[in-house]
């Protein structure tokens, strides 16, 4: 597998290219908009599907699933394929803001392992088709770090203060919280919530930086974090490069996310967007794109196709009693959201 951080160009290149195209009067049906997250797909699977349907693919980039979620909800500018979080799916069907999908012209979801078909979220696959999944975990320098990790308590051990680096992010830093207590990721009890709250307050003094996203993947490499929060796709990329550097889904469970492909209400090229999808759902397109991007793929033919010890990796593909342990965020209603906002105020806010 490649490192996701070489694509950061490619992605800033093709974020310049779909605001060109967008703002241009082109014929519709020569051209789709891919509203993507971050970087992930590769240069040449767009290139041969450019190649081969003659469809332009213009790209543009979000970090947020949110700031997706009101670009397609405010409609000012009309995407035909948007990538989609388990959480925000949904919703985004509740709301009619995507549209239910033709999969006679998507045949490439036969190809999908069942284990990711037919979710909660999205019930038949009726507006969407996966396209990659993984996990949030921990990433640890074994050099360093030399007793068994396989739980979230080993974030909160003492023995590495100023060594233990954090997400920004609520549901995932309070869902390692949750889980060490043996509470649920989704859990809407406000007295779990005070005592997940409560638990990384006393682990603050543990924290260097205090949390951040991104800068973890370059820390942990150069020494200057010994034990992470991580995606699997960056920590099983890291875990490639860096021999000394091992990645890990806790005992107690974790997130197990799958971003699919959905095509909005407002599309202008339908058609482009179904070949699209389509072949990107390809057992070729899967495998180039998994290797690339790092994450794992839902296409059980371009599983077979990976080298041994990717397909057989427990951290990447889960067995199934891994799997029982993980679980999909679900879209918080306001008020429960409310109680998790003023908790994680809160945990950042105090010195």
């Given at each position: 597998m490649k490192r996701l951080f070489k694509l950061l160009s490619l992605s800033i290149c093709m974020v310049i290219m779909g605001t060109f195209f967008i703002g241009c009067n082109k014929d519709s049906s020569k051209e789709i908009n891919f509203l993507n997250y971050g970087e992930n797909i590769d240069e040449e699977t767009i290139k041969e599907f450019q190649d081969k349907f003659g469809i332009k693919v213009n790209i543009t980039t979000f970090d947020d699933m949110?700031?997706?979620?009101?670009?397609?909800?405010?409609?000012?500018?009309?995407?035909?394929?948007?990538?989609?979080?388990d959480a925000l799916?949904?919703?985004?069907?509740?709301?009619?803001?995507?549209?239910?999908?033709?999969?006679?012209?998507?045949?490439?979801?036969?190809q999908m392992d069942e284990a990711y078909l037919n979710l909660d979220i999205d019930p038949g696959?009726?507006?969407?088709?996966?396209?990659?999944?993984?996990t949030v975990g921990l990433i640890y320098n074994k050099d360093v770090v030399t007793e068994p990790v396989d739980s979230w308590d080993i974030l909160w051990n003492e023995k590495y203060k100023g060594k233990i680096f954090m997400f920004d992010t609520y549901r995932d830093t309070m869902g390692a919280a949750l889980k060490k207590l043996n509470y649920s990721l989704n859990t809407t009890n406000a007295?779990?919530?005070?005592?997940?709250?409560?638990?990384?307050?006393d682990q603050r003094?543990?924290?260097?930086?205090?949390?951040?996203?991104?800068?973890g993947t370059t820390m942990i490499p150069a020494g200057e974090s010994d034990i992470n929060m991580i995606w699997s796709g960056e920590g099983l990329n890291l875990q490639d490069e860096y021999p000394n550097l091992v990645y890990v889904v806790p005992k107690e469970g974790a997130n197990f996310w799958i971003d699919s492909l959905c095509i909005p209400y407002n599309a202008s090229n339908v058609e482009g967007a179904e070949k699209f999808i389509n072949f990107v759902s390809d057992?070729?397109?899967?495998?180039?794109i998994a290797d690339e991007i790092g994450y794992t793929t839902p296409n059980r033919e371009a599983r077979l196709e990976q080298p041994e010890e990717v397909r057989n990796n427990p951290n990447a593909y889960m067995p199934k009693e891994i799997m029982d342990r993980c679980e999909i965020y679900v879209d918080f209603p306001s008020d429960v959201k409310k109680i998790y906002d003023e908790a994680?105020?809160?945990?950042?806010?105090?010195?």
């Open positions: 949110e700031t997706m979620y009101q670009k397609i909800k405010d409609g000012g500018v009309k995407y035909d394929v948007i990538l989609v979080s799916m949904p919703r985004m069907i509740k709301e009619n803001l995507v549209q239910e999908l033709n999969k006679d012209n998507i045949p490439n979801i036969s696959n009726k507006y969407s088709v996966p396209y990659m999944f993984g007295k779990e919530i005070e005592e997940a709250k409560q638990l990384l307050l003094k543990l924290v260097s930086p205090l949390y951040g996203v991104d800068n057992k070729e397109s899967a495998l180039r994680w105020t809160e945990i950042k806010s105090v010195n």
